[in-house]
Each structure stands twice: as C-alpha cells, then as structure tokens.
C-alpha cells in the first residue's frame, strides 16, 4: 500500500508510543495549572492510538480477505537481552510486538474505549486539583495495557502485566489522602502481586515445555506435537504434566488480574478510585487481562483437562459468589463491581469448558456495556455530587434529570442481563452452549453441568440485581429531592454528604459526559451481532475472524457442522429464561418502588451474610493475614534492633568516621596537597625501586614448571627444593642456555630427599574433618579442632558416628605422630590402625629414640613413608611429601624479594639414584 | 587540504574558537554563543563518529600520524570528549546567563580545552601529549577561576594552577628520563627501545614511575587528588561538568595509550609492572573517594568525591589492560562514555535547580524538589542512578564491564573492593534522591527554585537519552568501544 501515509509496523509502533509519550507530557512536563494542555494532549494522543489501530485493523480485514490464514502485523524492535540455557543454547527475549486477529480487536477496545473514557474524564474530573497526575496516570495505563496485549512474548507481556498493576494501584489510591482509599490501592496491589509470582512460575515451565517466550512459537509447539507439554513434570515423584503445572501456575495469575476466587476481594475495593477508572481498567479492560492471556495461550490450555476443570469451577464459583453478594448491596458502583467480578466469572468458566472464544466473545461484549454502565453510574453520581459511591435508596426518579445517562443505562442493563437480541445475549448464550456442549458430549462430564446449571442460575441473579439497581436508580422520584432540603435545611450546593442525602437538584453533564454514553450505549446493543450463533447458519464474523489466534475444542470450530443440537437448545433457553425471569422479577419487586420490599424477606442471617460478602474478606483477616502480621512484627523488631540498629547503624557509622578522617588530609592549604603530591610520587618510586617476587606453579603432564612473575631488569634465582643448597645464581631473561619465553621459568627435579616436610592428607569425608594435618618435628597428638572423639563418643548424635568409630579405634588413648627424614612416624598407643588396607600391629622396638621408651612399652612406632594409605579407626589418611619451591628476585637497583610456592607431591619421588618423578598435586598460595 | 581529513574535527575546533572570539566582538555580546559553541561541537562529534564507522584513512601523511594518531581509538575519544563539552556549553548557556555572568570568553576557552582534550587523546608523541595536556590545562584554569569577584573561585584555580605545574614539571621530567633511556618521544619506539632490551632499566621505571605520578594528577587518583574537591566547589558548576567529563576523559585517554603502547611486554605483566602499580592506585583511590563522599553536605563536593572513587574504577580497568587488553580496554572507554553521559546530567540538574542569587549546591537545599518540580526530580533521579550504578542505565553497564574484565584478569579481591566501595557509594547517591523526595525545606530556609533555560532542558535531554540508551542496548556501545579498542592494540 504505497499510498499510506506511514506503514504499518511504525503504525503499530506509535499505538504503544503515543499513550508513553502522553504520560510523560502530562507526568513531568505540564502542571495542575496546565489543564488546557492536559485536556487536549491526554485524549488527544490516545485517540490518534486508535485510528491507528483501525488504520492496522482494516489492513488485518484485508490481508484476511485476500486468503491469509494468519493475519499479522510483526514489528521487531531489538533484543532486549538474551538468557543462556543450561546446556549453552542462548534464549532471545525480544522487544516485538504483534497484531494479530486476537490483539488487533483487543487493542481496538484499549484505545477505542480508552479514548471515550479519557472524554468523559474531562467532564468528571473537571475540578480535581491534580487534573495532570490522573491523565498522566490513564496514559501510562493505556500503554502499559497495550503493551501486555501488543507483546509478542511472555517476558515484554509481563512488562505491560506489571504496568496495569501498577497504575491500578496509583489510580485506586489516586485520592490517597484518604486513608481508605490508599489501603485499597494497596490490597489491589497485594493481591495481584500473589498472582503475578504464579505468571512468572508458567513463563518459566513453558520456556522448559517449549524453549521459547514468544507466544507464536509456544503455541505452534502446542498444536502440532504435544509431546514436550503433556511429558512430566521434571520433579521425581510428581505424576503431573508439564502443561497442567504451567497452567495452573499462570491461571494463578489470571485470578489475582480477572478478580477470581480466591483472589478476587480486592476489586470491590478498587472502586474507591474515580469513576472513569473503574470504568476503564476495573471493568473494561485491565481485568480482562487475564482472560486474555488465557486465550493467547488456549492451545497449551487445552493440553491440561485437569487445569481446564479447575479454572472451569473457579469461573463458575466466582460467578455465583459474586451475583449473590450483588443482591443485596446498597451503592451503585459496589454492584457494579460484584457485577464485574461475576461476569469475569463467566469468561473464565467459558474457558474452562473450552470455549475461549466465546470467552473472549464476552470480554469484547462486556467491554461496552459495563463501561457504559460504570460511566452512567458516573454521571448519576456527578449530576448528585455524589463522592465515592451512590447509595441508591437516595436515588430514584434520575429518568427525568439525566436522560441520555438514563436510554443508555436501560440499554446496558439489557445488554448485560442478556435479553434476546442485545450484545450481552449472544455471548453469554455461546459461553452457555460452551458449558453444555461438555455436559452433554460423548462423555458427559459432571463439570459441564455443573457449569451449566451455575452459570444460568448467576444469569439469573444478574438480570434480577442489574434491573433492581435500574428501577431503584432511575425509576419512582428522587429522594434527596427538595423535601429533604427543606427539612434538612441544606443550602443546595451540599457535596452530598451521605447522611443526609444528595444535592436535591441533580444536573445533567455535560458533552463530554453524554458523548461516550451514547457511543457506548449503541456498543451494547449492537456489537453482540458480530457473533450470531452459528449453529443456525447465521453469519458468525466472530468465530472465524478468531479462528487463527485461538484454539478450539476438536468439533467446536467455527466451520464444524454442529449434529447434536440438544445443547444449542439447552443454552438458549436457559439464557431467555434467566434473563426474563430476572427482569420480570425485578420489574415487580422495585419498579416505582422507594423500600427494599425484596431483602427483608430474606432471613437476616443469609442476609447479613450476604451483604457482607459472605465475610470472606473477614476470613482472610483470621487466617491468613493476622499470622502474616504477627510473623511480621517479630521480623520487624529484629530488623530494628539487630539489622538496623546492630549491623547498619555499626557499618553506617564505621563508613562516617572514616569518611570524616579521610577529609581531614583535606586542609585547603597548599603546602598540604604538595606535601601529599611529593608523598605520593616519593611512594610510587620506591616502588618501582623495589623489586617484587612472585612465584606460581604449574603441572605439564609429569612435569612441575615453576613460574616466575616476569619484571623489567629482574634478574632470578630458583631454588626447586627451597633447601637454601642450591647456588643463589641470579639469571636475567633470557640469559645464559635457557630459554625462558614469555615468563622466566624453572622445571625441577624432585627426589626422595627433596620432600622439605610431610604431611597427612585427610581422604575421608566428613564436615568436621579438615583437609589435611601438617606434622611437626616433635611427637604430637592427632587431634582435630573441635572433634573431640573422647568426649563425642559419649552420645554419638547420628550425624557424628565418626566420634563413636574413632573412640572404638582409639580405646580413649592418644594417637601420636611426628615427622622424620623420609616420612612419618605414627604411635597408635593401642588403636586399630591398618596401613594398605591391612591391620598393622606396632612393633614394640619400632622407636629409634630412646627418650620414648616408657611409650614404646605401650605401643610401639609405625613408620610411614609418602604414598601409604593408614586407616585409624574409619578414617583415612595418606601419607603426601611437601616441597617449598623458592624464587629469589633481585632489580635494577640491586634490591631482592623472594616468594616461595609449597608443591604437595602426590607420589613418592624415587631416591636420588633412580629416574626422577613429577607429580604434583596441590599448591597453595606463596608463603611471602 | 585533503591530507588534513582525518584531522578534520580538530580544526573544526580550532576555527569554530576563533570565529566565535570575532563574532563576540562584532556583535557585541548580542550572538547565542552557546548555541554556537555546541553546534561546533556536535558537528565535531559528528564528523567524529562518521570516521568511527567508516573505513580506516590510508595514506595519511607522517607528519601528522607521528605525533597525533588517526585510530578509531582517537576518533570514540573525539566523540565523548565534543559530546561532553557540548553538554557543558549549553549547561553554560543557562548557568552563566543566570547568574550574570556570561562573557563571550568562556566559550572560546571550552573550545580551545576541548581541543587540547583530543590532542591529548590522539596523541603519539611525549611531546604532543604535553602540548595537548597544557592546552587543556591553561583553558581549565582560567575556566575554573572564571568568577573574578569570587574569592572562592580565585583560590580554588590558584591552587589548581600551582599543583598543576607541580604534576606537569613531575610528568616532564618523567618523559625526559625516558627519552634519555631509549632516545625516543614516540610512544611505539619508546615500546620498541625497552622491549629490544637496549634501554637503561633504571631510567625506565624511574621515568615510568613519574608518568604514572603526572597523568595520575590529572585523573585525580589518591594521592594526588587534592585540588579535585576545591576546584570543582570552587568553580562554577558548568566548569565542574566540563572538568568531570573532559578532563577526565582525555587523561584517561592517554594514560591507556601511552601504557599499553609505549610499556608493553614484560611491563605490563607480573608483580613489576603497571598493572600491578595501578592496583594499588586504584584501591586506594576508591576507597578514599567513596568514604570522603559520605561526609560531605555540599552536593557539589560529593560529586568531586565521586569522581575520585570512579577515578578508582576506571584506574581497575587500565590495570586489567595489561592481562585483558580488548575487554579491559573496551570496558574503560565504555565506563568513560557512560560516566561523560552519567554525571553531565547530575551536574545539570544542579544548575537547573538553582536559579539568579539563589544557587543550589548543598542536599539541605534540594529539599522536598523533587515533588515541588518533577522534572528537576527525575532528571536527578535518571542521573544518580546512573552513578550509582543501577541497571538500566549507562552506569550500570560501565560497572559491570569494568569488573567483568577485572575478574577475568584475576583481579578478583580486587573486584570485591570495588563493589564492596561502590556500595558506599550508593550511600551518598541515595542521599540526594531522600532531599529529593522525603524531605521539606527547613523553615525559613530558601527554596530553591529552578531556572528556566531550554539550554539547559536541552542538555539533560540529550544527556538522559544517552544514559537511558546505553542502558537498554548497551551492546550498540560496547560494539563501538570494542572497534576503537581494537584500533589501539591491533
């Protein structure tokens, strides 16, 4: 298309730019005062977002016309980093974004929605003093949202998945002066936190599935060979797939985002936030995210039937939980919330049965009327001056103040009630057929009906309390009206304090209020046709638009002929049942009504019950969060006292008085500094005066090369054997016969009478052994620090049976050793001592020395030499000779330094005759 | 004239100095000499960075690659040392107009330093090292006492006037022992003197010892540090970024250069050679630079103290040249860039938060700013960060290379101090972020209210992009690093 103006990969790029760019502009550059600014920029920028997006979306209708079974915008921006796989494979996480036929629609409702949002936000938030900070914040929403759907991976998914976590949070808190509007914020924020840990667990088991973060290549390797995702997880002992951990790993997720059971308590509370944000994250799109995810995901879902049970039954709990509680509520928004969380009950109970476009059918759906009804609620409680929420026993009559609020309110009613023919109908009817397709399948499964049968009882439940907060709302007369005025004595301009009802001369908003309205309210009627349901040939858009992004049950496509219609039937009618039955009963109970003539009926425990939302969150407080709180101020003082007081507050004033002394050199005066300077220069050439040694050690096959740290005008003198025997001839670099390459270097011979010292060299294992025990000249006791075999042989614990072993070996007597020229003499005093594996009693005239005598009755000497494997008791020891190899350095200027390095042969060299021997096996650091 | 291309960016200097001194004079102080002096710059950089990923010049003429170099070495230094001293005219641009101080002087003397700058980073030769390095310094000290009427600002460039002759007088007698030991001034004779062996050792090491001594003042390491905290308190702050950020470059510059070029071989390995010298340097340095930071209360102090410590760590760097010569290399020219980039952006924020008569330089005086001026807050925020060391900006990754090619040349105790350092480095630099944000003026004190000055704005702009962009794709600079190392030890 030559003729565009832009393409349509930078197209796509300005759609995530834009909002980024609006939330810096308001965030950091315009002020409060900059509300003209503010007003055009903020819906200015996301509005050009969603032309974009239709510029994109009627390229994706084209290239789906023209036979592309995958329509799709990629645009790669760069790698990001890259993760090294055990193994050395290198896994790419890329900055890509993708518009596909799933995201394309879903980006459409962000910023479509989101543009009409930002309108009315102009109206309703007309008088708040930090007018910038919210639009700031709504900007920095919609790109953080468009980023979560535009990604083409997990890990760039996540940045947006945390972003729309974090400007929930900023906007729920957003009056955050009140105290209960900030812990709000943050129970939102804990909440999702929960969740987002099981994201980050999924992300990681489908990289292990599938090798990859990008959605495309996992959900290719999901459909085509399903063998890396149904094989086990790789924990021994866990008979769980790999796809069912990863799936409930990420619908772990999905309910801290979608508001699920049991993480669904903090999106009633999120309605402290102003309305538009409600309107725009906590109904229309940040909740659907998860929803979303699901359905990018559904070939690797649909991998795992157990997880899909689980979510299936979670969807339906949390459907039913929440329409029940909607009941009985006073406030607008509260039943629009639990409202909210019902319906993402349903979306997820869709893909539970396996039905995600359905599922994701009603997120487009319910995007329209519960924005509609939010922004309707809105503007009621702006003609009333209502702040926070609407108790809608002092509403009434609203049809005669606020019109176009009232067409469109009764129109989103309609549509969310699912009556016949309007957009909430037709989804809600495909969820159901979902549902009842599994329950009447070939293996009729209990959770299909289960589903079935909960989802039409909460279809019920939510066209009864949607149409008892219509009647309530707008129909009978309003009663804050005058009335109340007069015995209030009010001045009519009361902020509507709730006590004492709201202003008694409600005004209807103004454009920016009606506009998004109406253009929502004609959403909710219509856009349900889109979907009709195929199973009467109708025309489904819906189904086969959805049909390359996301997966299908086998015989569920959108192209498969459906045989049995028993289950078409079935959802049809309970979803027309429900939905009539609830208006109608509502129309009865609450039409023109003023008193709640319907809950007083209800026991008053049920109802109590019910009104507190079934005390979950009461629940949570005794089980959960009072350990939580009583671990945590434990932590806390031992953080204060130990941590801060003890460990910081000492490292913080060790740094400071340092920090004082080093500037004290800091005079001002320059006799100071030069001082310091010539110092300094003095230092640096003594430095280069004096020479310095070092020496290291390396093993060439059989041979010990001993390196020398090379030096300008160094001259060197090895001494293999450190024995001080050999001529101190200093040699330069290259001098002489030798030569030396890059470093001077010397290659020893050893023999037996090289070894300078022995040593033992400890071969069992054991915590508390050391490596290795140095012998000395004299008789000592083998003894190990902190191993006291005498005493640790009293209550061997089961950890320390080598205390136990060694005092059977020992008979509580003291081993001795010392060392000799050739090796080491070792006196048991009575233990067991094998040498090569084979018992060695000591010979009682084994001492040379006669001063040992009285010892020597007792037990005589075993006399060791380097290589020989003793036993005492169970351990191990053998018998190592110790070399110290020497270098002497000497400079230019006639200075020396010497280093040496200790070489512990591993065998024995031979006696000097024979041909001589190399190996070395440790060395440790030069002993300067 | 076309034997002169590859020198094009030095001249671009030159007669952009000269031009400027005609046009103040012809306009009578009524020219945007800032907006001028930048576009000099930026153009500067620009030719610069066109050369960098260009192929290499052939046919040079020998008078110009004995005594200054055409490597793409030279032309990464060309780039930061132009890129900072842009940053530091426009900072210019705002500060001085501010506080009533602008003279058209100033400008000709950033453009003239800045050309000594790259002389030095380009140079070859003793000779034209010392040429570079007195340009530079003469320009600076002027630059530094620039506020006539301050007798602060006097001492601090008296002080950093005499020291500076001291480190120069010890630097030339360094390069005179050893031309007397090999009888060369160039930098790759010199190398092949001493490594044919035909060199007096003595006079070598000596020579070495007091070349390390010079360069050591310039780059402000421990013990020869001392004028660093007067001159930068005492200078005005567009002086201090422009000392931080080319100063510091261009004698970072050439300490590699001449060190892996004129002292390789048996010099630069084992316990006697540089590296091992420049260990202790280095360790002394950074330490010494954090703690004294902690202790200050002048914001305009601890930067001088934090240049010390990154002083320290860039000093690791060119000690792990002599082991790890690409990567160590690459991680200093890299860490340079980062730190330019990092630190013109904490010193513009300073200025931009100040305004006429009201000058912000103590924390007590960013109280509470952060909130009262977001902008003035996030550049701040942006920008200590960054020094701090916080992934993902600039800093992080300066860090990061640096001790990664530390650790790889088995500096590993070495590395431990350094992080261990950096962390009290986080210290201080979060101390700016808690006045920022947590903090309220003192009653009665003055709140500081920023200027307003698109110079300014334009500076932290230009200079945040880069620190944000070297963090989220610092392969693209190490890429480029890594070429310009590769020109230096082939």
Known sequence: MSGDLISHESALLLIVVLPILGALINGLWLRAEDKKYVSVIAPGLVGLAFLLAVFNFIHLLGLKAAGSEDPRITLHLYEWFSLQLPGGAELPVNVTFAMDSLSGLMTLVVTGIGTLIHIYSLGYMSEEKSYNRFFAYLNLFTASMLILVLASNLPLMFVGWEGVGLCSYLLIGFWFENKTYAAAGRKAFVANRVGDLGVIMGMFCLVLAAGSFEFESINALASNSAGSFVRSFPIEGLQVSLATVACLFLFLGVTGKSAQVPLYIWLPDAMAGPTPVSALIHAATMVTAGVYLMCRLSPVFLHSPFAMGVIAVVGTVTALLAASIAVVQHEMKKILAYSTVSQLGFMVAACGVGAFSAGFFHVFTHAFFKACLFLGAGSVMHAVHAHGDADIFKLGGMKKYVKITHWTFLLSCLAIAGFPGFSGFFSKDEILYGAAAQALGEHGSVVGWFVLVGLSLAAFMTAFYMFRLYFLTFTGTYRSGAHGDDEHGHDSHGHGHDDHGYDPHPHDGGWEINLPLAVLGAGAVCVGWLGLPHAFHLPNWWGGWMEASIAYLPGHGPHDEIENMMPVYLAMGLGTIAALGGIGLAYVLYNDKEEDTFTTKIPKGLFNLMFDKWRVDELYGATILRPIRALARIVGNVDQTFVDGILAGLTARVVSVSGWLATRVQTGSVHAYGFGMTLGVLGLLWWAVNPHAELTVEVVGEQVVLHAAPGMGYTYAFDGNGNNHSQRQFVSHGEGDRDWGSSPDFEPHYFAEDCNRFLLSVETEHPRLPERVDVGEGWQVLDFPGLDWRTDSVAPAEDERLGFLWSLAGREQDVLIRRTQDGIDLRPNGADVAVDGQVVLAQADGDADGEHDAHAASGGVIHLTVGQTVTIGHVDFVVRGVIDATVHVRSAFGGEDTATVEIVLESAPPPSQGEPTHAALTIREPAR | ?490
Do not use: C
């Open chain 2, 1 to 490: 004239m076309m034997e002169l291309l590859p020198v094009a960016s030095l001249l671009m200097l030159v007669s952009a100095g000269l031009a400027i001194m005609l046009l103040d004079v012809f306009t009578k102080g009524r020219a945007e000499l800032p907006f001028v002096t930048t576009i000099a710059l930026l153009a500067a950089a620009a030719i610069s960075a066109a050369a960098l990923f260009a192929p290499a010049p052939t046919d040079v003429p020998a008078f110009i690659t004995d005594y200054l170099s055409v490597d793409k070495y030279g032309l990464f230094f060309d780039v930061v040392i132009a890129l900072g001293a842009a940053l530091a005219s426009l900072l210019a641009g705002g500060y001085l107009r501010e506080h009533g101080l602008e003279r058209g002087e100033y400008y000709v003397l950033i453009l003239f330093s800045a050309l000594g700058a790259m002389v030095m980073a380009r140079a070859v030769d003793l000779l034209t090292l010392f040429v570079g390095l007195e340009t530079l310094s003469l320009g600076v000290y002027s630059l530094v006492g620039y506020r006539r009427t301050s007798a602060r600002a006097t001492e601090a460039a008296v002080k950093y006037f005499l020291l500076g002759s001291f480190a120069s007088a010890i630097f030339l007698f360094g390069a005179a022992l050893i031309y007397g030991a090999t009888g060369h001034t160039g930098f790759r004779s010199i190398g092949e003197v001493i490594a044919a062996g035909h060199a007096p050792v003595m006079l070598v090491l000596l020579g070495l010892a007091m070349l390390v001594a010079g360069l050591g003042f310039k780059v402000s390491a421990v013990p020869f540090h001392m004028w660093t905290p007067d001159a930068y308190e005492g200078a005005p702050t567009s002086t201090t970024a422009f000392m931080s950020v080319v100063v510091k470059s261009a004698a970072f510059a050439v300490f590699l250069r001449l060190l892996a070029v004129g002292f390789g071989d048996e010099l630069s390995r084992g316990a006697g050679g540089w590296p091992a010298l420049l260990t202790i340097l280095a360790a002394v340095t950074m330490v010494y630079g954090n703690l004294a930071a902690v202790a200050q209360s002048s914001v305009k102090r601890m930067l001088a103290y934090s240049s010390i410590a990154h002083a320290g760590y860039l000093l690791l760097g060119l000690a792990a040249v002599g082991t790890k010569p690409a990567e160590a290399t690459s991680a200093v020219l890299y860490y340079l860039a980062a730190y330019t980039v990092s630190n013109a952006l904490v010193l513009g924020a300073l200025i931009w938060s100040g305004s006429h008569g009201k000058e912000a330089t103590s924390y007590a005086d960013l109280a509470g700013l952060g909130r009262r001026h977001p902008a003035v807050g996030a550049a701040f925020l942006v920008g200590v960060l960054s020094l701090m060391g916080f992934p993902p900006t600039a800093g992080f990754f300066g860090k990061w290379y640096v001790f990664s090619a530390a650790v790889q040349a088995d500096m590993v105790g070495m590395t431990i101090l350094a992080v261990l350092s950096s962390a009290v480095g986080a210290f201080y630099y979060l101390k700016v972020l808690v006045y920022l944000y947590m903090k309220s003026p003192e009653e009665g004190a003055p709140v500081a209210v920023p200027m307003k000055s698109s110079y300014v704005v334009f500076a932290l702009v230009l200079a945040a992009y880069f620190v944000m962009k070297m963090g989220l794709t610092p392969a693209r600079y190490l890429d480029a690093a890594l070429a310009a190392a590769s020109g230096l030890i082939g």
